[in-house]
């Protein structure tokens, strides 16, 4: 087990009427809030309403940035910090998913910053203050909500960048299982599918001895393979979204990576799919994992054969042929191609081509994604890695 | 899933070196330090030499209060809130486990009261200031290094009583695996058993729909069958003791219990039996868990097939005759004895009379641990229920 510090301040709220209360948790941290949110759903379902029903009561006032998109821009992010000074905004109030609150991240950062934002994503400068920041989250995914991490893109470049600084962690963040019930099925698997790369790019990770952690990512990854399939099939099924939202936030608050040499290609891989095809994250993460797990198992195959053990329930232990590799490769292959099958069985795209994208950009993609050097851990990734990848996942 | 607040602030710092800079840590909260610890141990390890070269590296003064003993006394806690008063003390740095880490956050709220700080613990009334308490651990075990409460025992009445607040979060926690090598062994079965009894505490419920957090239960459960042994056979695995300080941190600060009714009759039977005879309270657990568990299963016997069948690895759903009630019965049985074995092997005593209990006392302490109402929610208890399980531990 490598050293670590671990750090998760955020307060979690989960409940059912959980953000009819959200004025009295933002009345400890601010006067004047900034509302950010996305499209129109957070009206057409009564949220919207809601939390200015709250906010008024705790005699809050508030301007608000609407319009957040997947993908979420540098452009908005500007013309939050704008507003916020104009306003002189003291919180920040994110009511969506991971677009709309790490879009929020980056505001809080902003403000408090004379030179551009975009120097915290590409110039390893870190913030020295950050606006405070309160979520209500509307969908499990992206795992914003508990964590420290912002990821927006550059319109003009197609550069997709990470901030990761402690100060970005939300002071609360307020989960409604109810909120999910009207969530279109696309969504929820993109989501879902996020969560569990989450968790994926934390447990594939050569160093070993973290026998605790690795039984709480198994414990998380099977959480999604079950409860996934549970709310596509009944939207409003309660406890099911509340476990899911749960485990969202847990999968990328930081613990399930204490001790571990965290992995991330695939999600860069993605990163650059999404920034050049403007895919959902999730989407692209249904295509990009089984074709970096195809590319890489070889590296640590014994991973791969816990994975198969403990999260698919294969039973490698009491094959009596075992030892041989040809078995351990066909038991890899199956696990591989049924974690693939399952994303397809949420209705999603887990080839490029399916997804109505060709090798025209590979080689640009691959170079971007390595620009400032290989990729991952489980296995080290240079440019042509990725481009095979890429290839594989065509 | 029941709602709820989720919160754990505590900083965790594992490493090999970590203790080797808490003065860093201390900086950022005060000046004046009150170093609280228990025995000789602490100086003949090297360890009480590398805090206090700390401290002074970053220029921190500081007084201490050697000498807590388990299950640790309030007359205790009095002397050291009058040092602090005294010495005008901002921090209380916890160097030792349980007992330790208790007593400095009783001293921490009893600093910032006027009144008696046994209010805090019998009163029901809430601190509404605590000094910031940081936390060296020597020893997995009691979870206080993450958690919120205080377990500390009245000497004249043999009261032992907690007090939960968020106050008394410890702003940070320092895990040092090395610091467990010279452990005896008699403390790292109870501290191992107190581990497991915290997460059992939790699984076993009565409301259901927790999947995601049965999931994280049984994966701490798992680590501790697993990994306690292992440094019991060798006390200088790093890895191994890195992962139990690692589990006994989330055992017990607060997520594990997330979305669950929690029971803890368990540890309200056994703090009377520690109060009454002052055997560890880990010691006590592994006599009391058992006896609890062969009285209480009837209730949810479900809850026990789901431990048997992913905790201790029994294949329930393979068997033919699954579903006839003698056969549940009997994979439950055969599950509570693997579990008493369990603990049996660690050298522990797992019956009253080998730990020199009789039951002359039986009466008074079923009175006490019920004197506030019913003990539990797997299984309401009385007075009388709480007598029979004394009994059946005997």
Same mark, same amino acid.
């Given at each position: ?6 750090? %998760? ?80 905004? @003291? ?101 879902? %599918? ?25 414990? %998380? ?98 094959? %009596? ?37 060709? @090798? ?24 042509? @890695? ?9």
């Amino acid at each position: 087990m490598r050293q670590f510090t671990a750090y %998760t301040p955020t307060k979690i709220i989960l409940g059912a009427d959980a953000h009819r209360n959200v004025g009295a948790q933002v009345l400890e941290y601010g006067r004047k809030v900034l509302l950010v949110y996305g499209g129109q759903s957070l009206k057409s379902n009564g949220t919207y309403q809601d939390i200015v029903d709250s906010l008024e009561q705790s005699n809050l006032s508030f301007v608000e940035l609407g319009g957040v998109q997947p993908n979420p821009k540098l452009s908005l992010v500007y013309q939050g910090i704008q507003l916020c000074r104009k306003e002189k905004i @003291d919180f920040i109030l994110a009511a969506g998913g991971g677009s709309v609150i790490d879009t929020a991240k980056a505001i809080a950062a902003g403000v408090c910053y004379e030179g551009d934002v975009w120097d915290f994503f590409v110039e390893g400068k870190a913030p020295k203050k950050m606006l405070p920041v309160g979520v209500i989250l509307t969908i499990p995914a992206a795992g914003s909500e508990a964590g420290c991490a912002s990821v927006i893109t550059k319109e003009d470049t197609k550069e997709k960048r990470t901030l990761v600084n402690e100060l970005a962690f939300p002071k609360f963040a307020i989960l409604n299982p109810s909120l999910c019930f009207t969530l279109p099925k696309k969504q929820i698997a993109a989501g879902g %599918t996020d969560i569990f790369a989450h968790v994926m790019e934390r447990y594939f990770e050569p160093v070993g001895g973290n026998e605790f952690s690795d039984r709480l990512c198994e414990a %998380t990854m099977i959480t999604v393979l079950e409860l996934l399939p549970r709310v596509m099939n009944n939207p409003r099924d309660y406890d099911a979204w509340a476990n899911l939202m749960w485990a969202g936030s847990i999968a990328h608050n930081g613990i399930l990576g204490a001790g571990r040499q965290e992995d991330w290609a695939s999600h860069n891989i993605e990163h650059e799919l999404s920034a050049e095809y403007d895919i959902a994250h999730g989407a692209g993460l249904a295509i990009i994992i089984p074709a970096w797990m195809r590319y890489v198992y070889k590296k640590h195959p014994e991973r791969f054969l816990q994975f198969a053990e403990r999260v698919f329930g294969t039973k490698t232990s009491e094959n %009596t042929y075992l030892n041989s590799e040809a078995y351990k490769e066909e038991i890899i292959q199956t696990t591989i191609d049924g974690l693939e099958e399952f994303f397809r069985s949420l209705g999603q795209a887990t080839r490029l081509s399916e997804a109505g994208i060709d @090798d025209s950009r590979f080689d640009i993609m691959a170079k971007r994604a390595t620009q400032k050097g290989s990729l991952g851990s489980f296995m080290k990734l240079e440019t042509e @890695d990725v481009l095979n990848i890429y290839r594989m996942a065509l």
